[in-house]
């Protein structure tokens, strides 16, 4: 790859003008490395297009000089998804300029929303209307809606809106030939053939820069009731939600599973923590149930009917719900810490995955199994959302592991954990994508139809690969590698 | 385009043997024309195969050969999608023999179907289980799975459960490349890459060939509520609507609107029906609310009260709700045979169309008033999902018009139609697809994204173009036809 052209730079300063355009290095530096500094890459220039025209202008003038575009918004990738090739071949593409909410419209049910608005500024935005946006996740800080929708954001809260993709009516997006994807009307029946938005939705921002998207807002909550259970095992805890699926279906704002040892962990590391159950238990779960109708039956009573019938049935061993929202708070940071607490305590490989949910259970147990029995002295942990037949599955170092653990012991154990995933008819990627760190694994591991699909999309929407080069889609070269 | 080689036919015949391959003109006679009769086709051979092995050698034969494809299940497109080209060049690969359940799974609410399955079949192996699939339409006694994945159908029932995009967990499918896209596993969260099943739902078997589905199930129906109310107005209605979405949401099962012309063609043309209501009313709305839980509010009476809400609220001018499931059966006949009787009382143009829920109102008003005043003498009739912001636009013939007016106006006032649909932020094809019908229309009003899209996939996913040739996807031809 070669260097930016001098003059497409030239033409770029001059389109987006002092704003909308930098080589400054100080400027750029934060922007080349990813938060959790794993990727490294290098870019001559930081471009902030004002709004979708001065997008598609960039777009197509760096098609017309074969410059490769990394879009970025927040820049959260848990899998170096907005990071830059490291030869400095690449100009990094910020949506965060285009900050505007266009429209609320609280009778529809929809926000419009630029790429660059944060989710936390959307989350108060819609709240001042009485409206709520219902997915949230750890990175609300710093997460756009354009780098949501591109990975298909998930978190904890997915189980009864969904994810992302089920959150975003329409979309907005200039495509690799400059041309512009007017889809931001939210119709809910069309029939005109491959739908783009579902395309775009996931494609970690390969196929075409998503300027906006129309959201899905859904009423406020009035109160909501959380509940912490000792429960003896996955299985277990999966009738639990069965149960509370069947007769509550429609509260259930998160189901999450958590280990005896994550919790320790936790309750070691994190100040203030403290044990929400008196006894010990082997596995815990997290339930939240909400309501937005004042008609509708209070979550507390509901959640203390629904435990009183579960600790009947045999489908706990004990329980509590937070009798204030300070202790719902509490309860929530136990699960939110688990994965600063396992920094705190040593190295961990981290695999994000899925599998049907009914096969969850199973999953948890043998493959845990699996991977102590075959790596002596590893600890396992999965933890998560059960309800979604997604845990993050946590292999962590042995105690007198050497400090560069996770670079020696990743390339060897992380493919085990995925071919057990693959066997269990499951997802190396279940909410964090593939971007660059999860590439050679996706093409290792996925059936031949589904990477032709991927490299014969890529080559006809964007035919020079130019948008977000090395993620995602393996080039030639990547699948002629080992 | 040319006959299909003699050795193609001959190497078919032999894979498939004589239950899988015919070339008897009887046999294959009904298939080559669409149900409603306007469009006609010719193929040598019906392919039948056994299993997904059996389509994929077929797949794989057909390119080999260059011969073209016809995808067809129960043969009921509304728009021509499953009739061959005239010209003899493509076979019929009918997926009728593939017609078995795999699994149902009241656990996990899903059942795994073949893509010969018909729906009507589908509703009875599910309610076997006690469970319920929950989409519904006029052709259930012929419409299989796979045309349903692959037209995205919708129907009267979707406002709670979505068409089957939504319903759609998984797809297992053949791609021309004779590869087989493996995605039945239902995961709730799986990121990567580009999202196949969803590109594969409404492609019309252009992309590949669906073999079966996993689908979602929900609890079977315990009651229902089906009111019958007249509305001053759609935008009346549309006020309703949000009031019973605000107070039930979950429990809307239907809501369909009904003009004052529409019902009295009805009880004009359809023996044995009756009005609900005793006066006059400009419009009319039916509307259903299911329960499921027992422990729900038992939907008569949750209907009873927000039917007095909106009387009070003045949203309403008068209800009434059917006493018994007779009654309930005789206002969704109402409902069910404006088609009928449209066709009972002359000629028609008509239109399947959406825009966005909010502007339905004013879109069904104002375009009415402008083809009525543009062709004078004409009736204009918009009915149907007002919920989904779908109606069934249709023009009606001035009383003294010739037989053949559908085929003399059709070409100006159909288009005059779609443009007021584009100009409304709408969609030319809301349910029924594009096929062959609505192929020039849509090349024409798509945006160029859209259409660069559309045709760029077909050529990377199908490069010979040899699945179901001459529908959706404008070859170079058409595009280049004025």
Chains 1, 2 share one sequence.
Not at 8 to 33: C, F, M, N, Q, S
Not at 244 to 254: K, N
Not at 335 to 363: C, K, T, W
């Amino acid at each position: 790859m070669t260097a930016p052209d001098p003059q497409l730079l030239d033409r770029l300063a001059r389109l987006l003008g002092p704003k909308g355009y930098t080589t400054d290095r100080e400027v750029i530096a934060p922007w080349l490395t990813d938060w959790r500094g794993r990727f490294h890459g290098d870019s001559v220039a930081l471009l902030s297009p004002a709004d979708s025209e001065e997008v598609a202008a960039v777009v197509r003038l760096a098609g017309e000089y074969n410059a490769p575009l990394v879009p970025q918004g927040g820049n959260s990738s848990m899998v170096g998804g907005a990071t830059p090739p490291a030869d400095g071949s690449a100009l990094i593409l910020s949506l965060r300029r285009m900050n505007r909410i266009r429209s609320i419209s609280s009778d529809d049910g929809v926000v419009v929303a630029e790429a660059g608005v944060i989710l936390a500024n959307l989350h108060d935005a819609v709240a001042q209307r009485g409206m709520r946006f219902p997915l949230t996740l750890g990175g609300k800080g710093s997460a756009t809606v354009g780098g949501l929708v591109s990975t298909n954001a998930g978190g904890t809260q997915v189980l009864r809106f969904g994810t992302m993709r089920a959150l975003t009516l329409g979309i907005e997006a200039i495509l690799p030939d400059g041309s512009r994807f007017d889809g931001l009307n939210p119709l809910k029946k069309d029939n005109r053939g491959y739908d783009i938005r579902h395309l775009l939705v996931g494609a970690e921002g390969t196929l075409g820069i998503i300027t906006a998207a129309s959201l899905r807002l859904v009423p406020a909550i009035l109160d909501r009731a959380v509940g912490w259970i000792g429960v003896d095992s996955p299985h277990q805890a999966l009738k639990l939600l069965r149960l509370i699926e069947g007769r509550a279906g429609d509260a259930i704002e998160g189901f999450e599973i958590v280990p005896a040892d994550s919790l320790s962990l936790v309750l070691r590391h994190i100040p203030g923590t403290r044990a929400p159950l008196a006894g010990e238990h082997p596995w815990h779960v997290l339930v939240e149930l909400d309501r937005s109708d004042p008609a509708a039956e209070a979550p507390a009573s509901q959640l203390e009917a629904l435990l009183a019938a579960a600790l009947a049935e045999g489908l706990c061993r004990d329980a509590t719900i937070a009798v204030s929202e300070a202790q719902a708070e509490a309860f929530w940071k136990l699960r939110d810490s688990i994965s600063e607490a396992e920094r705190a305590n040593g190295p961990a490989l981290q695999h994000d995955i899925s599998v049907p949910v009914s096969g969850m259970p199973d999953f948890m147990l043998s493959a845990a199994d699996e991977i102590r029995r075959t790596y002596p002295g590893v600890s396992v942990s999965a933890y998560g959302h059960l309800g979604d037949g997604n845990v993050h599955f946590h292999v962590r170092a042995p105690d007198d592991a050497p400090t560069e653990w996770q670079t020696s012991a990743g390339p060897t154990i992380s493919p085990h954990v995925h071919d057990l995933v693959v066997a269990a008819g499951g997802s190396i990627s279940a909410e964090h994508g593939i971007g660059q760190m999860k590439l050679a694994e996706n093409v290792r591991l996925a059936d031949p139809a589904r990477l032709m699909a991927l490299s014969a999309i890529k080559a006809a929407i964007d035919p020079k690969h130019l948008l977000n080069p090395g993620k995602l889609v393996p080039l030639a070269t990547d699948e002629a590698a080992p």
